[in-house]
Structure formats: structure tokens, C-alpha cells
């Protein structure tokens, strides 16, 4: 038992902040030379598919931003750069009950903005993010042109949005001395997603889909050991995510695409201590073509996009190493909360409430199994306390120790007695507790869902309602569940384990907690039940050996 409060432990805090998930393995290019991992060049005598405009000056004389604004999101645009300042979705709120930003304000200033651009084999592109560009607004608002020329550079991005949806379209182009400039790559740097939580770059990874192996790669920052790590291949899309939101790009032409992710060490407005954070370009084609999402990682928006984009939810639990087979339980445990809520709940909170019954209802027959092994372990503990006494004070590598076992087994196998079948519900729950906490920090349903007086489930308790009632009700049950040791130490230290559980689940979240308070209940009720069925056996006596007079 105390091991499982330890992994549980572990996985509530270590797992989100210290662990991240190690690399997938990908598939990777020999890294003979940087034009073996990059589209070839186009020779100055290749025919080519975009057009080469002619050299001159196009520029705006002055710096002015560009506002779209649509019933999802706004976002404002600058025309130094033709880069994104700020991207607000309305309808999601941070951890301040501010609309959701996802660009880090702090971050941006010293990696530079989202869409920026970045030459895949090196080169520079200071002039080109620094660069006015002269702007094209058109009638609706929705579709802005950037474009920029000189003697040497001919620049244009192209974003088109839509108001009723997460997705757009971006196209970018760059002529360099009037032939097309290869490994064009534009950049989401300066940070990602929410940063009002607690370690928001730990959350953050640079992904890609890998067609070829039907694979979701993630990538965080600790992976980009030279500061840039290179993928590239049949790709269905690539970008970036935290636990709630994405920013991915679906190009036109998947083969040969490129996922760049970077190492930027920054800080953020709640902490301005710097750390290693991922950021990530996507492109590698002198003319690139791609849609765009930004936004919720909510299952029914993403499967209206793209079937693929439902791979962004990632069910797989993180702790020590990846845990794909509890996948399917995660997965099947957030359908089953969902298909309860829009179906008669309508609230998360009653949702949690109504499957974990469900869950423990269908364990009695293993919890009825494990109360009766309980039972018989009490009613024996008079004989293992006898057998204690009888080798007190041996040390550990005496070999009577191992004569003390063996008398201790063949009590067990006398009276029909499983020394671990009392753990077996505890351990068929741990596949639950961490899928319930998987699912309040990954699913967006769940973000911000209320109950009652909680305003959101996958945030702890601003009351701390919750953590104090199921300490009481954790040590309610631990009165009512028979003893299975006669030691006084491990009794008391099992007295201890209310308050050791208050303390863990204290900055839980509040979901997980209602989750756990609720199979306690649950458990309360079914232990009244069967003491009531199967009242306490008779303590084994145990037999006295006169000793003989001695004169």
C-alpha cells in the first residue's frame, strides 16, 4: 500500500513537471550532409511552378498592424515580418479568467513571433523578419496578403481565415536573386499555448504525424540537444501543442516535409526565470501551401478538420516510460464520461460521479473476494503475533528467519488465507486513478468544466472542500476494513494514511479528488453491507504450551 501512495505520489506531481516522455523513435537520416536531409536545390535552369516576379522595391514605409477578428479567435498581425503578435481564442479562458492567449508576450521578444521565418540550411533571415511588408487587406477582413521585395528578395505570405472556424490557409514564397529559395520554414518561436499554469514549457512540444510508421512524435525542448533538431518525411502534419491547444500545419504535398524543433531558453509573465522551451518550423519548399489549425484540442473540432488531427489528443499516460496500453482505458474512460454528460448529465462533475459507481459496482465481485481474504487475515493474526514472538529479536540474515516464514505460509495455506488478495482492488484501481488524472489535464472538455461549487474540475479546489471531506471519509473507511496486522507500529502508521492521502490530493485536481471521495462512499456503503452479511469471525486461539515446574 505504501507503494502505491508513492506512484500515485509521483504521478499527481513529478510526472507533469520533471518527466517528460521520452522520444519516440524516429526514423532519421544519416546525417552525411545537410542537402541529404533537405528537398535539392532548384538549378538556376529548372523549370519551375511559381512564377518569378520580377526584381524591385515593394515595402510599406511604416510599422501597422493588422486585426482579424471572427467569432473564434482574434488575432493581430504585424507587418514588420509578416508575423502574429497576438492570437486570442474567445471561447477559452487561462487560468486568470483572461481570454486564452497563446502567444507568450515575454517569450517573443527575444526568440521573435510566430510565422516568422527560418532558412532550413543555415541562412540568414534577419532582413526578411525585419522587413515592412506592404499589406493587402481584402473587403471581408479575412484575407490578408504580406509582401516585401528589394534588388535581391522577393517575399510574400498569404493568410486567409475563415469566422466560423479554427482553420486557415498560409502560403509563403521567397525568390532570392530571382531564382526560388529552398528550405523555407516558418517558425512558431517565443512559446506556446497556456501560459498561466504552473511550468507551461514542460506542457509544450514541437509534433509531427508520420504517415509512413502511423505514429504521433512528440518532441520536447531537452530533445533539441544542438538547439535545432531535424525531421523530415512523409509527414501528414507537423507544429506545436500543449496540454489543451495546437498550432499544426497540413501541407498541400506531405512527402519530404520538414519539422524543425528548436531550443529557446525563456521565461514568462508569471516567472521570468528562463528555461528550456520548445518552439518549431514547418515548411522546407521555396513555395510552401499549407492549412492551418490553432486552437482547442476538442475531439468533435479536430475530427471535423482532419481524421488525423484527432492524434493530438495523446491518451498515452506519462510516467517513467510511456504507458501505451493503458491508452484504450484512458480513451474508453473520457468516451464513457462524455456519452454520460451530453446524454443526461450535462455537468462533468455528476458525470465522475456516475461512472466511478459504475466502475466500483463492477469490481464487488473482486472487492467481496478481497473483504473476506481481509477476514480471515484478522481472524489469524493471534497465531502470526505467537509465531512473531517466538523468533523476537533475531536479525534479518539469521537462518531462522527463513524457518519463520515458512511457519507464517503454512498458517496461510491452513486457513485458506491470500496474505495479498486484500490489495487486489486497491491495485485495479491504479489503471483508473491515472487515467482519470490524464484525462482532466488533457481533455479541453474538461478545462474549465464546474460543478457545484468547484469552478473547475481540473484545476484543485480553491476551498479545499473536496481534500478535507475524503480525508474524513478515507479514515471512516480505514476504521471500518478489518486489520491485517497485529503490529501496533503498522497499525498506527496505517492511521496515518488519511492524512498522508488530504496532503497529496491538497493541489490535485478537483475532478480526481471527486473521483476518489466518491469510490470511498461507494466503498463505505459496501463495507457496512458486509459486516452486516459476514459478521467478524472468531480470533484464532492460540495454544498454550505449559511450561514445566523447575525445582
Known sequence: MLLFFGLMGVIMIGSQYFMPPPPEPVKQ????????????????????????????????SSEQNVIIDTKLFKVVLSNRGGVVKSWILKQHKDNTGKQQELVNPVGVKKAGYPLSVKIADGGDATSINQALYKVTLSDDKLKVTFEYGDQTIHATKVLEFRNDSYLAKVSSDLVMWGQPKPHLLLAWRGGFGDVTVVG????????HYNLDTSELVLRAASDAKNYTLKDVGNYSFGGIMDNYFAAVALPEKTADFNVQTIQDMLGNPLDPAEVATPAVAVGGAASNRFSFFVGPKDTDVLRSISPKLGQLIDWAPEFLIRHVWLSPVVKGLFLSLNWFNDKYAHNYGWSIIFVTIVINLLLIPLKISSLKSMRKMSAIQPLIAAINEKYKGLSIKDPKKAQQNEEIMALYKKHGVNPAGGCVPMLLQIPFFIAYYKVLSTAIEMRGASWLWVGDLARHDLWYILPIVMMGSQFLMQKMTPATSADPAQQKMMMFMPIMFGVMFIQAPAGLVLYWLTGNLVGIVQQSVFNKVFPAPTPAVVPVTKKPNRK
Do not use: C
Open 29 to 60: 537520416a544519416t546525417p552525411k550532409s545537410e542537402a541529404a536531409t533537405q528537398p535539392p536545390a532548384v538549378p538556376a535552369s529548372a523549370p519551375v511552378a511559381m512564377a518569378t516576379p520580377s526584381v524591385g522595391q515593394v515595402s510599406a
Open 200 to 207: 507551461p514549457a514542460a506542457t509544450q512540444k514541437s509534433i
